[in-house]
């Protein structure tokens, strides 16, 4: 495959904040089938490192903020083909 380059800074706006060990992990579970679909795995893991998945120096909440969800019912939402999940109360 030829060599890709990313625009990082549009795909992983905290990229300096990016936890290593879980990207790779990531990249054990997936094979990349071209550019785009590189791509939009990227994009995908950015929006749930960025929206979702918590930070213990920030006091377990995500870089994009969010409220509390203190009453209802928890689901689960699959994230990159179930690797990763966002619990959320409905």
Not at 48 to 75: C, E, F, M, W
């Amino acid at each position: 495959m030829a060599s890709i380059e990313l625009d990082d800074a549009m795909i992983l706006p905290h990229a300096a904040n990016l936890d290593g060990s879980n990207f790779r992990k990531g990249q054990d579970h997936f094979i990349v089938l071209g550019e785009a679909h590189l791509r939009s795995t990227l994009q995908t893991y950015a929006r749930y490192y960025n929206d979702v998945r918590t930070h213990r120096s920030l006091d377990k909440d995500a870089p994009a903020s969010r409220p509390v969800q203190r009453t209802g019912i928890i689901s689960s939402r699959p994230i990159l083909g179930g690797l990763y999940h966002h619990y959320v109360r409905v």
